[in-house]
């Protein structure tokens, strides 16, 4: 599907649950947001362990970590839950902090969507294609952040050549700076020959030479896309008129 289709999908829901304070409508978009990737993408091991693991430890660590700091004095007439010496935990600060914690969480596994099922050159494209974003920007912002990854792999192969050498054995937090400080070197120069790389194989291609490029992988807005956009602006609604998290308290 359309990178921007999906963008646009999550968009409205993620906007309007900064404004809820309650704990079942996140609950109720983080269950469709489970359900969606579920349903529709295929999922690697890492971002199962994301799902099943990071994403509920972060909601309980956040809720938890909410609570203590809520003003107990706007929650003293609910029922204690907690108390050490004079300090007390109440109920309303729990039902506060993990309906913070729910909502972060509901809007990490609404953006999970197109996150996980979306690569950057797909997304560059899209932007290219459809919002018109002039391509000397997209393909610019796609170089500079293609430079992570092979950071992370130059990093690997000086360290492998570092333990074929036997530089700075040991153990300890000195040895482990020496290690850390010696890689900077080899890994800037590294950095600075893929740039000059880079920059040659962009200026061989004509780039920013033309308004436009020629696109040989096209990612269209189908008719599919707006039935999914539609789809899930539907349930959103839905959701948040079955809940309504603003009705005022009875």
């Not at 600060?93 to 729910?102: E, K, P, R, S, V």
């Not at 610019?140 to 700075?168: C, D, K, S, Y």
């Not at 900077?184 to 194989?201: F, K, M, N, Q, S």
Request: charged share 15%; hydrophobic share 60%.
């Amino acid at each position: 599907m359309n990178p921007l289709a999906k963008m646009a999908a999550i968009l409205p829901a993620v906007v309007l649950l900064v404004f809820v304070r309650d704990l079942a409508t996140p609950i109720a978009f983080l269950a469709l947001a489970y359900l969606v990737l579920i349903v529709g993408v295929s999922l690697s091991i890492r971002a199962v362990a994301v799902l099943l693991l990071a994403v509920p430890g972060a909601i309980l660590v956040l809720g938890f970590g909410f609570s203590l700091w809520t003003d107990a004095a706007l929650v003293a007439n609910t029922h204690p839950v907690l108390q050490i010496g004079a300090w007390t935990l109440y109920s309303g600060a729990l039902q506060i902090g993990f309906a913070t914690g729910l909502r972060l969480g509901a809007i990490l596994a609404l953006s999970l969507i197109p996150g996980l099922s979306t690569t950057g050159p797909d997304l560059v494209r899209a932007c290219v294609q459809q919002l018109r974003v002039p391509y000397r920007i997209g393909y610019t912002a796609l170089a500079a952040f293609r430079f992570v990854p092979r950071f992370g792999h130059e990093l690997e192969i000086i360290r492998q050549a570092h333990r074929v050498r036997g530089a700075h054995r040991g153990r300890g937090p000195i040895a482990s700076l020496r290690r850390w400080v010696s890689y900077i070197v080899p890994l800037l120069a590294g950095a600075i020959r893929h740039a000059e790389r880079v920059a040659l194989a962009m200026d061989s291609r004509a780039f920013g030479a033309y308004p436009d490029r020629t696109e040989r992988h096209l990612v269209p807005f189908r008719a599919r896309d707006v039935v999914f956009m539609v789809l899930f602006w539907v349930v959103s609604a839905a959701l948040l008129a079955l809940f309504f998290p603003w009705a005022p308290p009875v």
